[in-house]
């Protein structure tokens, strides 16, 4: 089955054949997943990165003092059929930003999802992004598409014209026809809003058209979010189609939109089986519940698992690190973590957590 279809039944909303759906290039827009967790307080500089909501990223550059905090929020758009957005609520306001400071909320896409936009040929094909927002501070704000596999960059303007209430957003971007994506699972894409830059960002003349980038000419005109502790900015329904007019928001199932988000992030050890590799050590072996973008990256999100020795009571054990992680390419993962303490060399355990164990990225 081509990427860019899966299994429907019934009519979609936007009528096509009753078998299949198209799958939006954005994940996760309409905000649904939240593996993380549902809050992130106290973001600020050196806190780029996921936190909330899946496929989501907080992005900061240069040295600023203000501080976020980032929510999973049920505030939405009346009547639109979306029970969730991302918010961002200052809490340390910064009234100036220093030359270098800026803060975006950005989505990272493959290459390889994005062939079929033509980019860097005569045929390239022009893409309309559409979003509704919800912001305490009226004003021009930015949003940029940049081509991070040729160095380029295209920005548009948008307007908060009435301050919080939700408004709707609809902006196209032509097409590109230099320098073409990589048909690959690195990042090519990046879709960004920008919610505060300095003057190393915004000093020249905005960059509408594509051209290798400027970074003067990427957020001229922003407006800062960050100035007051009032500031509150709300972002859902984000889609981004082939063309130069925007569609409905294709609303699609909660365990599609999770499968999508798992091959970036998963978690796994709520019930895990591990093998005892000496006093100390635990090895778990099991299959990804869907194969990850590359081998990820693994974070120990319980440090005092409890487990079942066959043949032993019960222990717990405070782990301190973890060694080895992989996935193989038929989507299995291993994971070694070392710390524990009286351990059965050669023994069978198995993990009963009430929280996951694991935390695997795989992440842009």
Not at 187 to 213: D, F, H, I, P, Y
Request: overall charge negative.
């Amino acid at each position: 089955m081509p990427l860019n279809t899966i299994p429907n039944k019934g009519l979609t909303s936007r009528g096509y054949p009753s078998d299949r759906i198209v799958t939006p290039i954005i994940i996760n827009g309409d905000m649904s997943v939240a593996q993380r967790g549902t809050s992130a307080t106290g973001l600020t500089n050196g806190s780029s990165g996921y936190h909330t909501c899946d496929r989501w990223r907080f992005s900061e550059g240069g040295a600023p003092s203000f501080q976020f905090t980032q929510t999973q929020s049920t505030d939405v758009p009346t009547g639109q059929g979306f029970a969730t957005s991302l918010k961002m609520d200052c809490t340390t306001a910064q009234g100036s930003l220093a030359a270098a400071d800026n803060l975006r909320i950005d989505q990272r896409i493959e290459g390889q999802n994005l062939q079929y936009l033509a980019k860097g040929t005569s045929d390239a094909k022009s893409t309309t992004l559409s979003f509704w927002v919800y912001a305490t501070k009226t004003g021009t704000n930015i949003v940029e598409l940049f081509d991070n596999d040729n160095t380029r960059s295209i920005s548009k303007s948008y307007s908060i014209s009435s301050g919080d209430t939700w408004e709707k957003k609809t902006i196209t971007f032509p097409g590109d026809t230099t320098g073409a994506f990589d048909n690959d699972n690195a990042l090519s894409l990046l879709v960004q809003w920008g919610l505060g830059a300095g003057t190393n960002w915004t000093s020249g003349t905005l960059q509408e058209t594509w051209a290798t980038k400027v970074t003067a000419n990427r957020f001229t005109g922003q407006v800062n979010v960050g100035d007051s502790t009032n500031g509150t900015f709300y972002i859902t329904g984000v889609q981004l189609e082939v063309g130069s007019s925007a569609t409905d928001f294709e609303h699609v199932p909660y365990d599609y939109q999770l499968r999508r988000c798992e091959r970036y992030y998963q978690t796994y050890g709520m019930g895990f089986r591990a093998f005892g590799i000496d006093a100390s050590t635990i090895d778990s072996q099991f299959a990804f519940r869907i194969p990850m973008r590359s081998s990820p990256s693994v974070t120990l999100l319980d440090t005092t698992p409890t487990f079942t020795e066959l043949g032993v009571a019960g222990r717990t054990g405070t782990s301190s690190s973890i060694t080895t992680s992989a996935q193989g390419p038929d989507g299995t993962g291993l994971v070694r973590v070392d710390g524990f303490s009286s351990v059965g060399a050669s023994s069978v355990c198995i993990g009963y957590q009430s929280t996951p164990m694991f935390g695997f990225s795989a992440e842009l």
